[in-house]
C-alpha cells in the first residue's frame, strides 16, 4: 500500500479547483493507497475554505458543498493521525532546526512519524516541501 500524508495545502486543492487539483485527483484514483493527514488538518481545511468565501472565492453554498465532501471523506477515507507529545516534541526541534511556522511544524511532525510507512509527504508550500526533503521524505508538490 503506498501512504500519502497531505499538508492542508495540498489537500485543500481535491475541495476547490486551483493549480494542482489535477494531480491531487489522482492520488485520489490510485488503488492501494492511503490517505493520511493529522487531526490539526480538520481545523485547517475549515479555516482555508471559509477564507475562500471571505475572501468571495467561493459562495456559501459553495463553501457547504465543500465541507460536506471534505468531512464525508474524513470519516470514510482517511487515516487521522491524533496529535500527541511526540508530534509536539519533533514540531519544536523543527521549528529550532528548520525555522518553519508552526503548524507546518507539527503537520511535518506527524508526517515525520510515520517514516517507516515511506509516507509520501504532500504539500504546495515550496518551503515546506524542501524541508520535508531535508529531513529524508519523499515528497510531492502538486503545483509543479
Keep these: 500500500m503506498k501512504f ?3 499538508d492542508t495545502s495540498a489537500l485543500v486543492k ?7 487539483t489535477d494531480k491531487i485527483d489522482k492520488i485520489f484514483f490510485e488503488d ?5 493527514i493529522s487531526s490539526i488538518s480538520i481545523t485547517e481545511m475549515v479555516s ?5 468565501k471571505e475572501d468571495k472565492i467561493i459562495s456559501k453554498e459553495d463553501l457547504k458543498i465543500a465541507l460536506s465532501k471534505f468531512f464525508h471523506d474524513a470519516i470514510k477515507d482517511f487515516l487521522i493521525i491524533e496529535l500527541d507529545g511526540e ?9 529550532l532546526k528548520r525555522n518553519i511556522r508552526t503548524l507546518d511544524a507539527l503537520q511535518l511532525a506527524v508526517a515525520l ?4 510507512l515511506k509516507v509520501t509527504f504532500v504539500c504546495a508550500d515550496k518551503k515546506l516541501v524542501s524541508v520535508a526533503e531535508k529531513e529524508g521524505l519523499q515528497t ?4 509543479l
Design 113 to 116: 512519524g510515520l517514516k517507516e
Design 140 to 143: 510531492i508538490n502538486p503545483e
Design 32 to 36: 492501494d493507497r492511503a490517505i493520511v
Design 14 to 20: 481535491r475541495y476547490h479547483s486551483e493549480k494542482g
Design 4 to 6: 500519502y500524508f497531505l
Design 48 to 52: 482555508a475554505l471559509n477564507r475562500k
Design 87 to 95: 508530534h509536539i516534541k519533533g514540531s519544536i526541534m523543527l521549528v
